[in-house]
């Protein structure tokens, strides 16, 4: 789609056995209490409406969404994988990797607010190879679950993505749906290549 006329500022485990089962698989599991003190760790939020692995069968719970709800918003949302200097350490080691054709080490995921006020949340859990929607109860449980993967607190800073955030015209939760079904965007996982920031781009030049 052409977003050039955007004129809106934005303020492996086991499949799950229903759509609100916690699938662990986090990106990376990095203590930081000494430093961060005793926030909680954010968890799980909201129920599974599609889950596409790269490796199993994808799983539809259909009853969890309206496929005519149509898509009022999106941003792409952001937080660090480590902490403070660790997090520019392992970034400058990810860039000499790549010779600098790569972003920040940051978790990113895409909050959906519908003209309904429904709100939905797509990320990449990298480490399970599962591209998975689900549906929230506001644009907090999104981010609350954004920060889950990247096992962070709930105080946890968050930025939003503003040059891959939109409001498109005519899209539905059915058509996102019907795009992470088609595979055309594949659950291969890859830090360095293939990586949720991609998910996120690809989603943006889609819608």
């Known amino acids: ?70 898509i009022a918003w999106y941003q792409t949302r952001s937080c660090r994988i480590l902490h403070g200097s660790y997090s520019w350490l392992a970034t400058a080691t990810k860039n000499i990797a790549t010779l600098g054709q790569t972003d920040a080490i940051e978790h990113w995921w895409v909050t959906i607010k519908t003209k309904n006020g429904n709100y939905y949340q797509l990320q990449f859990r990298g480490p399970c190879k599962l591209i998975e929607l689900r549906k929230c109860g506001s644009s907090r449980q999104c981010d609350l679950h954004g920060l889950y993967e990247a096992d962070k607190e709930t105080d946890s800073s968050i930025w939003t993505e503003s040059s891959y955030s939109y409001s498109p015209s005519g899209y539905t939760i059915g058509d996102v749906v019907s795009w992470i079904k088609s595979h055309q965007f594949s659950a291969n996982y890859s830090l360095i290549s293939h990586n949720c920031q991609d998910l996120c781009k690809a989603f943006y030049r889609k819608f």
């Open 1 to 70: 789609p052409n977003h050039s006329n955007n004129s809106q500022s934005y303020s492996e485990s086991q499949p799950p056995t229903s759509p609100t089962q916690q699938i662990s698989c986090h990106l990376l599991h990095f203590q930081v209490k000494s430093i961060m003190g005793n926030a909680s760790k954010a968890s799980s939020q909201g129920s599974t409406v599609y889950a596409y692995y790269y490796s199993r069968n994808d799983c539809d719970y259909s009853s969890n969404y309206n496929m005519n709800d149509e």
